[in-house]
C-alpha cells in the first residue's frame, strides 16, 4: 500500500496508525474483483480497490511516451508524438480511491514509490498536456471504458521502465478524478479517483506455442488442405523472423525434405490494427520473410515455395478484442 508521506515530528502517529493500514489492507483484498490481484511487486495506495483487471500471457501493447494527439475511432489506433511498440505479458488494473483523495495526491505517491523501487521514467504528463485524445485511447483498450475516457481534466500520466538483466518491466500509470462517462460493472462517484495500472514484462517470455510437426503438417494437408503454422513468430508491425521461430521451421523444412516434389503457398495473414494497405505490405513481407529463410537456411528449391499476402481478409476470429485479433496473426500452408 502507498502510505501518505508523514510531516515531521509527526512520526509517533504514524507508528500508532500502522495497526489500522495492514487492516486496510486486508479489507481492499476484500473488496476487490473476484480473481484481481496487485501486479507482483507492487504495492497500492492505501484503501483503494481493483474493480476491473485484465492478465494476459502474451500480448502487445504501444506504451505513450509522448502527447496522443489523435485518435482513428475506425480503427481504434492512437496518433501519439512518440511512443514504444511493445509486447509480453501484460497485466491491466482499474483502482478505485476512497472519495477524498485527488488525482495529484495518488499520482504524488505512486511516482515516488516507483522511483524508490527502482523505475525510471520515460515521460509524464498531466491534464491537457497529454493531449485532448488521451481518454479515447485508454478507453479503447483495458478496464475502464467510459469512466477513464471521459474524465481528462484532472488527469496525471506516466510512463516508467524497470531494467532486471535481459528482462524489462514497463508500467503506464494513467489517474483521473471521475467526472462523466458509465460501466455497469464499476460503481463510482463524481470526483473519486480512478487508477489504471498497466504493467509490461518483456525479454523473459518464451514460446509457449508448440510447432506443428512435420508429419502432421503432412496429415492436415490431406484432411484439410491448409495448416496453420503455429510457432512462426515476428517482431511488433515487422516482417522479421523472431529466432523462437526455429523450431516451426525446422518441422517445415522437414515436411518439405521428406516430400520433394510437393510446392507450396506460405500465406500471410494480419489482423485489422493498422489499416488495410499497410497490412497487406506486412502480411506479403512476413509470408516472403519465411519462404527466404527456408532457401536460405534449409536449401529448398525456390520453385516450390511461393509466398502471398492475405492481410486481414480471411480472418478465423473477431479483430474486436486482443484475442481474436492475435489468432488472426498467423502464417498458413496450403498446397499449390
Not at 532486471?164 to 455497469?184: R, S, W
Request: net charge neutral; hydrophobic share 40%; aromatic share 8%.
Amino acid at each position: 500500500m502507498i502510505s501518505h508521506r508523514p510531516k515531521l515530528g509527526a512520526i509517533p502517529a504514524c507508528l500508532a496508525a500502522a495497526a489500522l493500514l495492514v487492516f486496510a489492507v486486508q479489507q481492499a483484498s476484500a473488496a476487490d474483483r473476484a480473481g484481481c490481484r496487485d501486479f507482483e511487486g507492487m504495492m497500492r495506495f492505501q484503501n483503494s480497490s481493483i474493480a476491473l483487471c485484465d492478465l494476459r500471457n502474451f500480448a502487445e501493447y504501444t506504451l505513450p511516451t509522448g502527447r496522443i494527439t489523435g485518435f482513428d475511432f475506425h480503427t481504434n489506433e492512437a496518433e501519439m508524438e512518440a511512443r514504444q511498440d511493445l509486447e509480453g505479458r501484460l497485466t491491466q488494473l482499474l483502482y478505485t480511491v476512497p472519495k477524498g483523495a485527488s488525482s495529484a495526491e495518488v499520482f504524488r505517491n505512486y511516482r515516488d514509490y516507483l522511483a524508490s523501487a527502482g523505475y525510471r521514467v520515460l515521460y509524464e504528463a498531466k491534464g491537457p498536456d497529454f493531449g485532448a485524445a488521451q481518454g479515447s485511447f485508454f478507453e479503447s483498450r483495458g478496464p475502464g471504458g467510459q469512466i477513464i475516457g471521459y474524465s481528462t481534466d484532472q488527469s496525471r500520466y506516466l510512463a516508467a521502465v524497470k531494467d532486471d538483466g535481459a528482462a524489462k518491466t514497463y508500467i503506464a500509470l494513467y489517474i483521473v478524478e471521475y467526472d462523466d462517462g458509465y460501466n455497469p460493472e464499476v460503481k463510482v462517484e463524481k470526483g473519486q479517483v480512478v487508477v489504471r495500472l498497466d504493467a509490461v514484462q518483456t525479454g523473459e517470455l518464451k514460446n509457449g506455442m508448440v510447432p506443428v510437426s512435420a508429419s502432421e503438417i503432412a496429415k492436415r494437408l490431406d484432411t484439410s488442405g491448409q495448416v496453420i503454422l503455429s510457432g512462426i513468430l515476428f517482431d511488433f508491425n515487422k516482417s522479421q523472423l523472431k529466432p523462437d521461430s526455429r523450431p516451426a521451421l525446422d518441422e517445415i523444412a522437414a515436411f518439405l525434405k521428406k516430400d520433394p516434389v510437393r510446392k507450396v503457398y506460405l500465406v500471410g495473414h494480419t489482423d485489422n490494427v493498422g489499416g488495410f494497405d499497410f497490412n497487406m505490405q506486412l502480411s506479403q513481407a512476413r509470408a516472403d520473410a519465411v519462404v527466404a529463410d527456408l532457401i536460405s537456411t534449409y536449401g529448398i528449391n525456390p520453385a516450390r515455395l511461393k509466398g502471398y499476402g492475405a492481410g486481414l481478409l480471411a480472418p478465423i476470429a473477431s479483430n474486436a478484442t486482443d484475442d481474436g485479433r492475435a489468432k488472426n496473426r498467423r502464417v498458413e500452408l496450403i498446397p499449390q
